[in-house]
């Protein structure tokens, strides 16, 4: 009987099945999973923390801190991060929970990149909402910077 890399695979004892890693579907799964991190780095998960919907009102690091279940220390920590690399994978689930955003749901992406599109339609800058939070100046124009100053290549 052949578990595929179950409880047997967990133990250690391997079958032909479970030695056949990196097939086209788990490489395109893996490759698509790590392109939309890439694409949303933690920086700009954070950039894009709201609350409400069609009104949508930048969250504070504290604010964002109660609503992922977070340290204030570590979510300014992850904000700043280009990379998850260093973030867990139970960080990142609370982190992007708590921003109302996740890299990994298709509609939340396109949410961001039709607005950007929009954007660079109207020649206007693009996440103009943020300056309706009360924090803007302390909080996000940092990270704003923080992200315009960073090389194109290692963000996207």
């Given at each position: 009987?052949?578990f595929?890399?179950?409880?047997?695979?967990?133990?250690g004892i391997?079958?032909?099945?479970?030695?056949?890693?990196?097939t086209?579907?788990?490489?395109?799964?893996?490759?698509?999973?790590?392109?939309h991190?890439?694409?949303?780095?933690?920086?700009?998960?954070?950039?894009?923390?709201?609350?409400g919907?069609n009104?949508?009102?930048?969250?504070?690091?504290?604010e964002l801190?109660?609503?992922?279940?977070?340290?204030?220390?570590?979510?300014?920590?992850?904000?700043?991060l280009f990379?998850?690399?260093?973030?867990?994978?139970?960080e990142?689930?609370?982190?992007?929970?708590g921003?109302?955003?996740?890299?990994?749901v298709?509609?939340?992406r396109?949410?961001?990149?039709?607005?950007?599109?929009?954007?660079?339609k109207?020649?206007?800058?693009?996440m103009q909402?943020?300056k309706?939070?009360?924090?803007?100046?302390v909080?996000?124009?940092p990270?704003?910077?923080?992200?315009?100053?960073?090389?194109?290549?290692h963000v996207a």
């Amino acid at each position: 009987m052949d578990f595929h890399g179950g409880l047997l695979g967990i133990i250690g004892i391997t079958t032909p099945l479970t030695q056949a890693k990196n097939t086209p579907y788990q490489q395109t799964v893996k490759s698509a999973l790590w392109s939309h991190l890439n694409a949303f780095p933690p920086i700009k998960v954070r950039l894009l923390a709201h609350t409400g919907e069609n009104c949508p009102v930048w969250l504070s690091d504290a604010e964002l801190a109660i609503e992922a279940g977070l340290t204030l220390v570590r979510v300014r920590e992850i904000g700043r991060l280009f990379s998850w690399d260093t973030v867990t994978v139970s960080e990142m689930k609370k982190f992007c929970a708590g921003c109302r955003f996740d890299p990994t749901v298709l509609a939340h992406r396109h949410r961001v990149i039709d607005h950007e599109y929009r954007c660079l339609k109207r020649q206007s800058p693009p996440m103009q909402w943020l300056k309706r939070s009360p924090r803007y100046e302390v909080e996000a124009v940092p990270l704003i910077r923080l992200l315009n100053n960073f090389p194109a290549q290692h963000v996207a």
